[in-house]
């Protein structure tokens, strides 16, 4: 991992429990206030880490929406 990434990956680990779910089950996407609390738990900045936060949100759904394809 390179150094830069260091505070984006903390805040994906300290949000992993921030999981909203659809009522499939499915993951729906991340508790943004729940995050956040995480995330300032962890003691991250919020606004550092939020949009690459939402990019392995976004790459985390596409690819359980790709595993469930197929």
Do not use: I
């Not at 300290?14 to 738990?41: H, I, K, N």
């Amino acid at each position: 991992m390179l150094p830069c990434n260091a505070d984006a990956v903390a805040a994906w680990l300290a949000s992993q429990t921030q999981w909203r779910l659809a009522p499939s089950g499915r993951l729906a996407g991340l508790d943004y206030a729940g995050a956040r609390a995480a995330v300032a738990g962890a003691g991250l900045r919020w606004r550092r880490v939020f949009g690459a936060l939402r990019t392995m949100e976004a790459a985390a759904l596409e690819a359980q929406s790709e595993a469930s394809a197929s």
